[in-house]
């Protein structure tokens, strides 16, 4: 059996790391949760004990971010990939126009599936600085008539992201996968917030939808009724068989997330993180990363070598030393880590460290 001391700082964008002790717990629990004499994974998901696991998730969840009351939270299936598709079903008619900010990968994606069911406008599109930057909101087109704008706080491949929130007459849509409890945010001032747990959540399989109470029930005809939020609203998320393991484990996160201190504190740590990372990459002759500095993520930092020649030779030194993952999109080559709330800042001083012994020896 390994123990924590087989640990390596996974700095993987997704399926990415989960926080050690919430691992340890799960093993724990694995065979005989809470003396029920079974595993979560084999709990009706209809009975007392798995319907105390999924409310206590849910009331956790909306204490870490204080969501209001008019809002619900659901917990599907089908990852963030298939909200592109719901969200047009469920906000708008097929006639019916929604705006969409492109600033990279994902809002890309959104904004193509987006297209196959109703009228999507380009309001922005940060393709002329090669998405480095997201486009001034002044700028920004937006329709009268828009039944929503949706855009991605932040963009998990390019590592740009919205360090604030844009202002639309239309309700706001958010894909926050790769940031959602990454720090506080004012739910109040979206529509519907969507993410695929494997990022910053729990274990794939989940995704996680919080739309405002106003917003259900205008559903198009034809929708399936897996797709329909007023459905599984209705029906606490449980219209089949839910998710149940990725739900408990999602749980356990929130639980850990309000022993740290909540979001104000992963806010503080995340900041940190991205600081020290970023300005080690700049003060290098040796590293780079593209994007402007108003807008790097957080969560994700993509770098490259200034050889990119010696990328292999980098990655594989790197797993040398316990730091794996840093392998960039395919999209985009290069590296990129990936410091959700689970990697701690001592990940990310040795992979700092590690960056500059690499430049040392070979820059
Ligand atoms: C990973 C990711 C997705 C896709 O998530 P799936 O759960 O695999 O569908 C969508 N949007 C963003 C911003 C992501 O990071």
Known sequence: ??????????????????????????????????????????????????????????????????????????????????????????????????????????????????????????AADSAENRHTEIPDPAAWQLSPDAAYLHYTPNETIGGVEFHFVPAAPAPLVADMSSTLLSRPIDVSRFGLIYAGAQKNIGPAGLAIVIVREELLGRAREGTPVMMDYREQAQNDS???????????????????????????EMERRNRRKAETLYQAIDDSGFYANPVAKHCRSWMNVPFTLADPGLDAKFLEQAKGVGLLSLKGHRSVGGMRASIYNAMPQEGVDALIAFMAEFERRHG
């Open 1 to 122: 059996m390994g123990t924590s001391m087989d640990r390596v700082f996974n700095f993987s964008a997704g399926p990415a790391a989960i926080p050690l002790p919430v691992l340890e717990r799960a093993r724990d629990e694995l065979v005989d949760w809470h003396g029920c004499g079974m595993s979560v994974m084999e709990l009706s998901h209809r009975g007392k004990e798995f319907m105390s696991i999924a409310e206590r998730a849910e009331a956790d969840l909306r204490g870490l971010l204080d969501i209001p009351a008019g809002y619900r939270v659901l917990f599907l299936q089908g990852g963030a990939s298939a909200q592109f598709g719901a969200i047009p079903f469920n906000l708008a008619g097929p006639q019916d126009k929604a705006d969409y900010v492109v600033t990279g990968s994902w809002s890309k994606k959104a904004l193509a599936e987006g297209r196959r069911f109703l009228r999507a406008n380009v």
């Open 238 to 264: 449980m219209l089949n068989t839910p998710p149940t393991w990725a739900w408990y484990i999602a749980g356990l996160v929130f639980e850990w997330l309000l022993e740290q201190g909540g979001l104000a």
